[in-house]
């Protein structure tokens, strides 16, 4: 019993099928994945964007790409970022999505089990403003699970972004 609760059926509907799709890319879940899969859903900002997909090509000596399609406030949107990593050309990719300044001040990588099938977690830190705000994602790839991470930071930027200036 891991003691976890929901304060919805909604996020306890999320937890599970996020549970789904890493049962599916892994032989074996620890107690530490499902920790891991909850703390994500639980610590979910008002999702404006989306990640629909990632792809990224990495080639020794040459550029990496990423291509990322996001969906921004309920339109799919697509971008292409060439740089010397593959974390960086995805961020990349992510950041001219959105129409405001972002500079990360931390990327983080952690294993939550062992083993090369583990849940890999992504912690970001993001400065927007003067404002330091903390994404977090997880999964079994790092460039994904970073593209989380970095997507979960945005989506709090915008979410206390409107919380400072509602729409009337």
């Known amino acids: 019993e891991l003691g976890v609760e929901f304060d919805s059926e909604e996020s306890l509907n999320d937890a599970f099928r996020r549970f789904k799709e890493l049962a599916d890319k892994k032989h074996e879940i620890f107690d530490e994945d499902l920790q891991a899969l909850v703390s994500e859903t639980q610590t979910e900002a008002s999702e404006s964007i ?3 997909s990632l792809k990224v090509c990495t080639e020794t000596g040459e550029e990496n790409t990423a291509t990322v399609v996001l969906s921004v406030d309920d339109k799919e949107q697509t971008a292409t970022a060439k740089t010397s990593g593959a974390v960086d050309a995805t961020f990349s990719a992510i950041s001219s999505l959105v129409d405001f300044e972002i500079n990360l001040q931390l ?5 939550v089990t062992q083993g090369t099938d583990a849940l890999g977690e992504v912690n970001v830190r993001l400065e927007h403003n003067g404002r330091i705000i903390n994404g977090q994602g997880a ?4 460039i994904t699970a970073s593209a989380k991470a970095y997507i979960h930071g945005l989506n709090k930027i915008m979410a206390a972004t409107d919380r400072a200036h509602p729409q009337i």
């Open 50 to 52: 989306k990640l629909v």
């Open 107 to 111: 990327y983080s990588v952690s294993n």
């Open 139 to 142: 999964d079994t790839d790092i």
